[in-house]
Nanobody, 119 residues
Framework: VELVESGGGLVQPGGSLRLSCAAS????????MSWYRQAPGKERELVAT????????DYADSVKGRFTISRDNAKNTVYLQMNNLKPEDTTVYYC?????????????WGQGTQVTVSS
């Protein structure tokens, strides 16, 4: 299983970025996908989740109305469109999938992509 995030960078407050997460090594279209973020010294925070077919999404209160999660099952890719970015959105963003194993489940993470919101 491999998750590779991209699209992070430096943006001014009020700006936009689109993160991508390219997945491989599992049947992408069968599993929900999530984006998390983690600031230094803080716990990893769930940002957004999308179901396997993309029919349902959920967001952290802090990003509702500003961020949109989507997926393209033909491309094995999940996206996070981030609009009206704020300085407090600055942190590393991670792609996540939870897959079943013979004994339970295993959580997979990408390497993360840095988002910096600053003027």
């Amino acid at each position: 299983v491999e998750l590779v995030e991209s699209g992070g960078g430096l943006v001014q407050p009020g700006g936009s970025l689109r993160l991508s997460c390219a997945a491989s090594g599992f049947t992408f279209s069968s599993y929900a996908m999530s984006w998390y973020r983690q600031a230094p010294g803080k716990e990893r925070e769930l940002v957004a989740t999308i179901t396997s077919a993309g029919g349902s999404t959920d967001y952290a209160d802090s990003v509702k109305g500003r961020f949109t999660i989507s997926r393209d099952n033909a491309k094995n890719t999940v996206y996070l469109q981030m609009n009206n970015l704020k300085p407090e959105d600055t942190t590393v963003y991670y792609c996540n999938v939870v897959l079943p194993t013979g004994w339970g489940r295993r959580i997979y993470w990408g390497q993360g992509t840095q988002v910096t919101v600053s003027s």
